[in-house]
């Protein structure tokens, strides 16, 4: 018997029973009033797969992809999530372990409650990149120690977070007073305290050990890692000083944005609006994501991020463009409702799905030659 459903539409309504309210809130919440939350849903409903007949094929289909300069299986990657030891005690071991089993890359978050160092070893040979949330320039050293960390354990991507300087007006969390990282007594803030320069500084401005004062700690970490304003443009040159490998930035919505990354030399871009949890009242993530690709995809990796739940989700952003698919709240519930196996059970139920989905409608591969917007119809067209 499976660990638990496998109807992806089932995972949120059993995590949520298993969830403190703090836990449901964080989690399944959003910014807002929740708008751009459902429009990211919304939006994959305005596109419908048209499967094509006798196709006459021979084998499954071929669901690999290549991005940062690799041939990977599977088109999807562990979207970078913070906090994970909220959801289980194992956190982000148990989601680190599951990815390199299923052969699913690993996005660590900045905000993780484990170590750079521990998620790689959890990880393994698996591949993994490392997700920032970039600390403001004066605290340059601070980010030159994290990215560091990050590229001796393994991390071979570096994704940038554009949209998250400072977290979105999110009620769930206001109305619990939650803040995970001021819980740190309880989950730990291990990411913050095992960075040897933020710990020197931290020292030096409270005179103990984070540990010995957790309250400040976390708030200090909070303040480090969301500054509260925005880098600019010119900025990326310094990440492109200290990151030797490829550089995705995620977070973008509008056209003109993308046109900037080609302009700024990063390698891919990943259209997001981070699950409907920063801009309430923003536009659906799949809707704008064809103008991406219309206007820059010839000359940048375009990946997909916001609303993922199933199989189908995968193949219709796949083909308005997306090479890769980031898939966030669906293995959260996994880890939830079965740590490492609940992880593991969801991301091989998505590709399952994907994969007779796309056999069933014809489409022999995940290239952008046969799955395209050719093998896609706007719902609306029909009425
Ligand atoms: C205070 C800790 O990306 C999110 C995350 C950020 C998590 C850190 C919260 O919630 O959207």
Redesign the pocket.
Known sequence: RPPFSFNALDWEGLASERMSAESRG?SIGSAGTGETLRKNREAFGKWSITPSRLIATKSFPDLSTTVVDKKLPFPIAIA????QKIFNPDGELASARAAAAQNVPYIM?T?SSTSIEDVAKANGDGERWFQLYWPSREQDDITISILNRAKNAGFSALIV?LD?YI?GWRPSDMNNGY???LRSDQIGVEIGFSDPVWTAQFKEKHGVEPEKNLGAAAAEW?RTIFPGFSHGWEDIKFLREHWSGPIILKGIQTVADAKKCVEVGVQGLIVSN??G?QVDGGNSSLGILPRIVDAVGDKIEVWFDSGIRCGADIAKAMALGAKMCLIGRPYVYGMVLGGEEGVSHVLKALLGDLELTLHLAGITSTSPDVLNRDVLVRESDFF
């Open positions: 964080y970078p999530v913070g906090v978050s905000a977070t998250t977290l803040n995970p990282f909070t981070h699950g949890r």
